[in-house]
Every structure is written in C-alpha cells, then in structure tokens.
C-alpha cells in the first residue's frame, strides 16, 4: 500500500472554542483511525496547519472532506507527496492549540516538534512547520 502525505493551510471560518476543538480532534481520531490515517493539527488564532499522512487514496477523500467542511474555508495544500514511512505512526491526529509565551512563541513548536521531529517529514513539511511558528511571533 502506498503511503502519502499532504501538509495544508485553512482559516476556521470563526474561532473555535476548547469544547469545539475536542469535538473536532474526537471525531477525527476515530474516522482517521478507521482508515489508516495519523498525522497531527496546528491550531492558533484562527488559522489551521496539518501535515496528515496514510493511504493515498484515503487521504484524497479526507482532503475533500476537510475542503467542503463549512468550519473551514481558504484550504490550500502546500504539499502533497509520497513517504517510505510514517512519521506519526502511533498518533491517529496530534494536536497542539498554539499557546504563545512571553515572546508569543509556541514551546511545543520551539521545543518539542521541531527538534523531536521524526526523520521521516519531508524538508518541505518541516520548513512549513516552521513558517508556521514564526508567523507566531
């Protein structure tokens, strides 16, 4: 089976609260896990980052889904390609509520993902991740 991964940007078409949120990320976990599909979800401000990754052709559906879901709007994939392996293989979607601190930056981006990242993202979903949490600033 071919694995594949997407890294996109949405806008949430109004803030979610931390209710809507943990509504959101327990229906995602259980469908992604139904169907092979981890990956983890950046949240801050309004704004959504997710690199996800599984079988191609699950990811193409999930896509469309997430692209006709009215909680977002403006989805752009920045990258979409194939992997040798899973770079989240044990989490069905990780998620982070970006959380700045005195500077306005992120811990989890600074600290954890980035120099914790498994070797198995891409350049490009990497430098993504980063932009991302530099726009935090």
């Known amino acids: 089976m071919a694995l594949r991964s997407i890294v996109y940007v949405s806008s949430a078409t109004e803030l979610l609260s931390s209710d809507a949120l943990r509504d959101l990320l ?10 092979g599909i981890g990956g983890i979800l950046l949240y801050w401000d309004g704004n959504f980052l997710q690199y996800i990754e599984g079988p191609d052709d699950q990811l193409d559906l999930l896509t469309s889904k ?3 879901d009215p909680r977002h709007n403006g989805l752009i994939v920045l990258e979409r390609g194939n992997i040798e392996s899973r770079a989240f ?6 998620f982070e509520r970006m959380k700045g601190t005195d500077d306005g930056q992120s811990d989890y ?4 993902l980035l120099r914790a990242a498994p070797e198995s993202l891409s350049p490009t979903a990497r430098r993504l991740i980063e932009i ?6």
């Open 109 to 112: 981006l600074s600290d954890g």
């Open 26 to 35: 327990s229906v995602s976990r259980r469908n992604n896990a139904a169907v």
């Open 66 to 68: 997430v692209a006709q």
């Open 89 to 94: 293989p044990d989490w069905t979607m990780a």
């Open 132 to 137: 991302f949490r530099d726009q935090l600033r």
